[in-house]
């Protein structure tokens, strides 16, 4: 499914596609049964692919960890679809509406700095080749407008002004040894070893204000 | 969840009690249709505030039933049942009643491998409470009969409660021969509890519970809830149907499960009883949502559907990874494997003594581990010295010096979500003014309550970092003059790798497919440079208190790792991270060049191969294990997670000890480096066995791919009884209201069980136990909680019963336990929470979810099949109101609590298009609304319904239902009482 809809940016036929397993997805809670998906299309190399290569990863969404399987182009490493594994044994190859259409996550072009051409939300949002070695990062001052930078030049921004909010902190067993003044929110949507690297940084930055999905 | 998704199958009563499964885990859904119509013909049982998707597959002709209750009663509900089963299984069930109690009569087999294991007063030796020790048990000397046929195999529901109902009751307990109890500290007990020699005992926890839930019958708790009389008693007998005692494998001897030895019955047959409780947001987000889900646990031990296939209390988390981020404890009370942030002023041999583990200090003379020697450790306490290590050092840092790294962790809790807004608005003072936010996938401003609050924090921000996929709400939410906005791009999910823990507690790994789209980049590597940059910028200088530069190649000259034996030579992120995970921003290979080649599961292999990957991939792996190695790996320091630890390595927590559960597997490829890559699903479990639906090689599963937990003496005690300390057993009566003293300091595998923070606000006349209070041994004013009683929310529709059941109120004890104050669960500074009253807001509001969008939405709201699917929210209102409001279905109507008003720019202000007559979107939540059939009513009479998924960026936009709720909490989990307040309707 889906394999017209990022050339085009239209999404009729994917649309339909999608409503299928979304149909089949609510035949599921009404047939009680939760099917496979159809099974998947034959996917149409484009771009100079040789092969679809098949990656597993788990779903985005709910905590039930439904198996996904990617296929992607061996050349450009573009996702062609994102569909339900069928030896996952949580989901046996299902996926709900929301899983179903994970593939328009992934290529979504309203994500931030990922796909050349016109953003639909914001022309600063487009990915620009110009940042390919140093990353991007986007800063607005106030309500103003973003404007594009260097990620490392924001990265150095960020944490001189980090630094200087947390003020000194003071090894030892006193309340010293806590800073009180820089807040870390995240993330439930990151996977563990991220949330490990994050929470290891926020105890060495000397705070304990961390806080995340899990309270909501 | 105790058990997991694939085990669901198992059960024979499925109890959705505050779920909604087939709206919100439709996976979930498969696997309860699954139970229900394959072997097991399962019945489902739905209890909920409304009709929803999961309750509208129940079929009365299959035994189904929905019951509707009231918001915010989940506690009198269950309270109510507890209290049928106790007056009537006997009438109802002679079999079922002789089983309950021979159950909860029954005692540890006789064979040393089953019996339970303590640290004796001599604190180098555990004892193991064998028959024949036992057969000589004394309680301060006197002779105890009650132990002679073996210690309580499965709850403390034997166990006896003290006069003034704060505490066991306790005594040193001598055994075997050492009978010279008061000189000789070799098999000696101080304060151990006393047990009864059944559960007749008027003292005993049994009694004590069933006199707590005596006032909870059926007419009383109908009231509560709003449901009928013969609904209670007919959930109760259901229950009673698929309880342990009427499974055809009950037994009063012990049970071997085909891990260890011998034949059982498979849960996959039609005989086999157990009945799983599902829960979700329908039990935690109120402000009692902690004693919900007690009650839950407290009914499943008095049914014996705990550590069952097909039992347990299983809660369905929320995000693919909660589990796991709560896991690793981003949190402000909590460190990774749910360790607390050591206290200010603690010392590292008091905390350590805080985990689980044997005793590091001398308590009542007993001798003192060495906390420096690793194997003098308990498993978590191991955990927590090697991520100390590592957090703030290497491997390389003698144990003996621990004391100096400790000093490194930052003491003291930070500050609750809730309440971090105010902090930032205005601090409580300037030491604690929170001037800065870093929000990495997240979008508070759509997901916490009353967004009025939150909005005036984040503006108030000298400085604010949000790093994700798109421009949320949070990324675009109204900020101050002058004060800097960073947003960073993320990949997506298949663009980085790493393991996810679902809820179910399994492990999966997800493969890097592709590189980052674009200037998107990894978590991990926008991690590492962040880390970086912060060193850069003199952020870690506490530890090497030398500039960033200035250490590249010199050692420290001062500062903590300046006294270490050697030194340690920064720079910290070179030491921290660079060469722990093998990049630095400055390397001239890109983060994602980098390339290894190592063990992964390949599309329809059956075993792991060698395969070259990339980027994340490697990097991911490399994290993995630094948290999953063995505790006491030599090599380096082990591994820093300890309930994580055992995925990689094959040999499990210890080097030297295989703990290797679940061998169904055996002789299977395994992989070594991280078990969370294993795809092996040929392993099912076989059968005819408890491991039926197990499929122990499909992931790794905490602790020690133990995949149900609470096993309660029918196999060989392993670490993850832990779970079921002190003592091994399931705990109906928890808490010690005298933090430094309790059978917890007495278990080999002990652990100080914190007592909870909330009593209901009405006392009972007299202190101590009051028979005639409806708060029996919950609410004295000295006394924690301890078991559930109901309580009100805190914008409640009903005062009459405001006045007799309280509140939930949050309460401060001090150091021995005694209450010192109590506050409201809700904010009373500067832009105090004011709750509104039943006379203003007459309905009860209640937020809700759907399939087609995902939480506060910023992902499902940016993709254009779920916006089409599901454009705009609404309101779901009952027949009875919209008629007596004048309000037909389809109408636009606005709901209105008494949260101020969120939105005041322009935009929100000024007359918006896409709603009726020229209104705006500030001040309430205008959809449309949904009334339905007479016969077909989503929810009840004065109940209103709104989804919460919804906010003003993306392609769907709409009404922001945390405009509306109470920013109110459960004292213990600080989870918002999203699931009920009071608000007014007015049509547009």
């Known amino acids: 499914m889906g394999q017209n809809d990022k050339d085009t940016g239209r999404f009729e036929l994917s649309r339909r596609d999608f409503l299928k397993v979304g149909a089949a997805g609510a035949a599921a809670a009404g047939a009680l049964n939760f099917a496979p998906a159809p099974a998947l299309a034959e996917i149409k190399l484009k771009n100079g692919d040789v092969n679809v290569l098949r990656y597993h990863t788990t779903c985005p969404y709910c905590s039930a960890s439904c198996g996904q399987v990617i296929a992607v182009g061996d050349v450009t490493g573009d996702v062609y679809d994102v569909y339900g594994d069928v030896d996952s044994p949580i989901n046996n190859g299902g996926l709900c509406a929301k899983g179903a259409g994970a593939y328009q996550l992934v290529t979504n072009k309203r994500r931030l700095g990922a796909f050349a051409g016109t953003h639909p939300v914001n022309p600063v949002f487009a990915y620009d080749p110009a940042y390919d070695t140093t990353g991007v990062a986007y800063k607005r001052i106030g309500n103003g407008a973003w404007s594009k930078m260097a990620l490392p030049t924001a990265m150095d921004e960020i944490a001189t002004g980090l630094v ?47 806080e995340h999905q899990a309270r909501i | 969840m105790t058990n997991h998704w694939n085990d669901i199958d198992n059960a024979s009563l499925v109890f959705a009690y505050g779920a909604n499964p087939a709206e919100n885990h439709p996976a979930c859904m498969a696997h309860i249709n699954a139970a229900r119509f394959g072997i097991k013909n399962a019945r489902l049982i739905v209890v909920d505030p409304r009709l929803t998707r999961t309750a509208r597959q129940c079929d009365p002709a299959r035994g189904d039933m929905f019951v509707r209750i009231r918001p915010g009663t989940n506690v009198a509900f269950t309270n109510g049942l507890l209290n049928w089963i106790f007056n009537n299984i006997a009438t109802y069930d002679a079999t079922a009643a002789a089983n309950m109690l021979g159950w909860h009569n029954g005692t540890t087999p006789a064979s040393l491998s089953y019996a339970r294991t303590f640290q004796d007063d001599a604190g180098s030796a555990a004892s193991a409470f064998n028959l024949a020790k036992l057969a000589s048990a004394k309680y301060d000397g006197v002779a105890a009969p009650a132990l002679y046929a073996g210690y309580p195999k499965y709850c403390d529901s034997r166990f006896k409660v003290n006069a003034t109902g704060d505490d066991y009751q306790r005594a040193t307990l001598t055994i075997g021969a050492n009978a010279g109890y008061l000189t000789d500290p070799v098999d000696r007990f101080p304060e151990f509890p006393v047990i009864a020699a059944n559960v007749s005992d008027a003292d005993s926890v049994y009694q004590k519970l069933v006199a707590h839930v005596a006032p909870y019958d059926t007419a009383t708790v109908a009231n509560i809830c709003g449901c009928t009389e013969a609904d209670i008693a007919a959930v109760a007998k259901a229950l009673v149907d698929h309880s342990r005692f009427k499974s055809s494998d009950f037994t009063l001897g012990v049970v071997n499960p085909t891990d260890v030895a011998g034949a059982v019955a498979t849960p996959q047959v039609s005989t086999y009883k157990a009945t799983t409780i599902l829960y979700a947001m329908g039990q935690t987000q109120h402000s009692n949502g902690s004693q919900n889900i007690k009650d839950l646990a407290i009914l499943q031990t008095m049914m014996g559907n705990m550590g069952r296939p097909g039992g347990g209390i299983n809660a369905l988390r929320g995000i693919h990874n909660v589990q796991g981020s709560t896991d690793i404890g981003l949190l402000f009370d909590s460190i990774p494997g749910y360790s607390g942030n050591p206290g200010v002023g ?85 030491a604690n003014l929170i001037s800065a936010a870093v929000i990495w996938g997240q979008n508070p401003a759509i997901t916490e309550p009353n967004q009025s609050a939150v909005r005036i924090g984040l503006k108030n921000l000298d400085l604010m970092v949000v790093a994700d996929m798109y421009e949320t709400e949070t990324a675009a939410v109204d900020r101050k003059d002058g004060a800097p906005t960073y947003l960073i791009p993320v990949c997506s999910h298949v663009e980085e790798a790493g393991s996810v823990t679902n809820s179910g507690r399994w492990l999966q790994w997800r493969e890097r497919a592709t590189r980052p789209k674009g200037n998107s980049k990894a978590d991990l590597e926008l991690l590492l440079r962040f880390a970086y940059a912060l060193d850069k910028a003199g952020a870690f200088s506490h ?82 294990i630094e948290i999953c190695r063995p505790l006491n790996d030599t090599t380096t320091s082990g591994g820093t997670m300890w309930i994580y630890s055992g995925s990689g390595n094959a040999a499990g927590y210890y080097a030297t000890v295989g703990q290797d559960v679940n061998p169904a597997g055996t002789g299977s490829a395994w992989l070594t480096k991280a078990r969370a890559k294993s ?57 010690s209201s005298a933090p430094d003293s309790g059978l917890a300091d007495w278990s080999l595998l002990y652990r100080k069980y914190k007592t909870f923070a909330d009593i209901p606000s009405v006392v009972p006349a007299g202190a101590g136990q009051n028979l005639a209070s409806p708060h029996f041994l919950s609410a004295t004013l000295s006394l924690a ?30 150091a021995a336990g005694t209450l010192t104050g109590t506050t409201p669960l809700y904010w009373t500074g500067a832009n105090p929470t004011v709750p509104g009253v039943f006379a203003d807001y007459p309905l009860v509001l209640t937020s809700i979810r759907c399939v087609e969008h995902f939480q506060g939405g910023p992902i499902t709201r940016n993709n254009s099949w779920n916006v089409e699917a599901e454009p705009v929210p609404w309101v779901e209102l009952n027949a009875a109101d919209a008629r007596a409001y004048g309000i037909a279905d389809g109408d636009w109507v606005n709901i ?71 920013d109110a909490w459960d004292a213990n989990t600080m989870i918002p009482e999203y699931k009920a307040c009071l608000c007014k309707i007015e049509k547009m």
């Open chain 2, 785 to 814: 909680g301890r078991f559930p009683g109901h309580t009100e929310p805190v914008e409640s529709p009903r005062d009459d019963l405001v006045a007799t059941w309280g509140h939930n109120i949050s309460a401060t004890r001090n």
């Open chain 2, 543 to 624: 530890m090497t208190n030398v500039p960033f530069n200035g250490l590249a190649t010199t050692p420290a000259t001062a500062g903590v790792w300046s006294s270490l034996t050697p030194a340690i030579q920064g720079p910290a992120y070179k030491v921290l991270y660079g060469d722990k995970f093998g990049w630095t921003p400055t390397d001239t290979t890109a983060f994602e060049d980098l390339s290894t080649t190592t063990e992964m599961w390949p599309a329809g292999a059956t075993a792991p191969v060698n395969k070259l990957v990339y980027g994340s991939e490697v990097v991911a792996e490399k994290v993995h």
């Open chain 2, 679 to 735: 795809r092996n699903n040929s392993l099912k479990g076989a059968a005819g066995t408890l491991n039926a639906n197990n499929y122990p090689r499909w992931g790794w599963a905490w602790l020690l791919n133990r995949r149900v937990f609470y096993n309660n003496s029918e196999v060989s005690m392993d670490q993850a009884d832990v779970f079921v300390s002190p003592g091994a057993i399931c705990c109906l009566f928890t808490e």
């Open chain 2, 896 to 966: 209105i609590t008494a949260r101020g008003d969120s939105q005041t720019s322009q935009e929100a202000i000024s007359p918006n298009s896409a709603l009726p007559g020229g209104a705006h979107w500030a001040r309430g939540f205008k959809a449309r609304v949904g009334v339905g059939l007479e016969s077909n009513q989503r929810v009840g009479r004065g109940v209103v319904a709104i989804p919460w998924h919804w906010g003003d960026k993306g392609l769907g936009t709409g009404s922001r239902a945390n405009d509306l709720c109470i």
């Open chain 2, 346 to 430: 603690e010392t590292y041999a008091h905390y350590s003594n805080t985990l689980f583990g044997n005793r590091v200090l001398s308590l009542n003379g007993s001798v003192a581990k060495d906390y420096t020697v690793q194997a003098s450790l308990g498993l978590q306490q191991a955990g927590f010295q090697n991520m100390t290590q590592e957090w703030f050092g290497t491997g390389t840092v003698l144990r003996s010096e621990i004391d100096k790294l400790y000093d490194l962790w930052p003491k003291g809790n930070g500050v609750q979500h809730i309440q971090t807004f105010r902090y930032m608005a205005a601090g409580t003072s300037a």
């Open chain 1, 164 to 210: 200087a909010a947390r003020l000194p902190v003071t090894p030892g067993s006193t309340a010293l040894s806590n800073s009180r003044h820089v807040q870390f929110f995240g993330s439930s949507h990151m996977n563990n070893e991220q949330n490990y690297v994050y929470r290891r940084l926020i105890a060495e930055f000397g705070t304990s204000l961390t």
